[in-house]
T-cell receptor
Framework: AQTVTQSQPEMSVQEAETVTLSCTYDTSESNYYLFWYKQPPSRQMILVIRQEAYKQQNATENRFSVNFQKAAKSFSLKISDSQLGDTAMYFCAFMKPTGANSKLTFGKGITLSVRP | GAVVSQHPSWVICKSGTSVKIECRSLDFQATTMFWYRQFPKQSLMLMATSNEGSKATYEQGVEKDKFLINHASLTLSTLTVTSAHPEDSSFYIC??????????????FGPGTRLTVL
């Protein structure tokens, strides 16, 4: 079974600064996907970024980028130029692609607060 | 992108009554939908996998008779909380991966339903 660990329950960052959220996972699979989801106060889950394990290049989406270390089973999210709208819970998630029944395994999440 | 809706967004019911929550994929077909439960400041807990045209698969510890799931079409899954009690009060979220297309390996989430049982 896969596990996803987010050991930091809360973080705070000043607006316009950079913050890194940590995530580690454990799996015996070689092919899988990793995701970061954002859940703002509205509680709508929003996909921030996704990484395919077979791709060595780290995924980036505008101000969001990941540091994917497959051997270390680490998948951290870097948010650059933090904005007030980035305040949310962030969940790291793992998925083994098995077709339509592919389940997501979530970490406990981290609450990020962006200070004005 | 792909859109998933949930109805209702918020429901209050009396203890002992049943509540039905709908999850719809609006612009794609989904043979599978997932139902989660989330308590405040906690992670999403997978309750069950809903399969179109067949029985749902429940996670360990989830009562099948209490949380009835029906996946009647390729765009609709329903979760019925039967004989609801205050401890069933929670936030329920559904998600769906498109059956095909370039978004095949992604899941799209509904906005959630807040259930309060008095």
């Amino acid at each position: 079974a896969q596990t996803v660990t987010q050991s930091q329950p809360e973080m705070s960052v000043q607006e316009a600064e950079t913050v890194t959220l940590s995530c580690t996972y454990d799996t015996s699979e070689s092919n899988y996907y990793l995701f970061w989801y954002k859940q703002p106060p509205s509680r709508q889950m929003i996909l921030v970024i996704r990484q395919e394990a077979y791709k060595q290049q780290n995924a980036t989406e505008n101000r969001f980028s990941v540091n994917f270390q497959k051997a270390a089973k680490s998948f951290s999210l870097k948010i650059s130029d933090s904005q007030l709208g980035d305040t949310a819970m962030y969940f790291c998630a793992f998925m083994k692609p098995t077709g339509a029944n592919s389940k997501l395994t979530f970490g406990k999440g981290i609450t990020l607060s962006v200070r004005p | 992108g792909a859109v998933v809706s949930q109805h209702p967004s918020w429901v209050i019911c009396k203890s002992g009554t049943s509540v039905k929550i709908e999850c719809r994929s609006l612009d794609f077909q989904a043979t599978t939908m997932f139902w989660y439960r989330q308590f405040p400041k906690q992670s999403l807990m997978l309750m069950a996998t809903s399969n179109e045209g067949s029985k749902a698969t429940y996670e360990q510890g989830v009562e099948k008779d209490k949380f009835l799931i029906n996946h009647a079409s390729l765009t609709l899954s329903t979760l019925t909380v039967t004989s609801a009690h205050p401890e069933d009060s929670s936030f329920y979220i559904c998600s769906a991966p498109p059956t095909s297309g370039r978004l095949y390996n992604e899941q799209f989430f509904g906005p959630g339903t807040r259930l309060t049982v008095l």
